[in-house]
């Protein structure tokens, strides 16, 4: 049974940057995809961006070029920096387990304009 704890949100001013990480307890062998979403109340939960095992990574339009996602298999952590962020990307982030498709509790990312 895999668990995902995230950490690092917080209330940023705009243009700034956060790094957000997520701890992932459990077989080590199921994860082998990771992501990163996000959601604000009244929305469905946004894709942000994948990691795979052998590093491969993706990102959503929204965020490309800004954000960064990265993994340190030895820890069995992923992360996520946020840099230049925006109004627009106040949200609760979570972390995702694809191949166990479990989630993490959320963290909370607040941007001030």
């Known amino acids: 049974q895999v668990q995902l704890v995230e950490s690092g949100g917080g209330l940023v001013q705009a243009g700034g940057s956060l790094r957000l990480s997520c701890a992932a307890y459990g077989s080590s062998r199921s994860r082998k995809a990771m992501g990163w979403y996000r959601q604000v109340p009244g929305k469905q939960r946004e894709w942000v961006a994948s990691?795979?095992?052998?590093?491969?990574?993706l990102y959503g339009d929204s965020v490309k070029g800004r954000f960064t996602i990265s993994r340190d298999n030895i820890k069995n952590m992923v992360y996520l920096q946020m840099n230049g962020l925006k109004p627009e990307d106040a949200a609760v982030y979570y972390c995702?387990?694809?191949?166990?498709?479990?989630w993490g509790q959320g963290t909370q990312v607040t941007v001030s304009s």
């Open positions: 995702y387990d694809y191949y166990s498709s479990t």
């Open positions: 990691i795979t095992s052998i590093n491969s990574t």
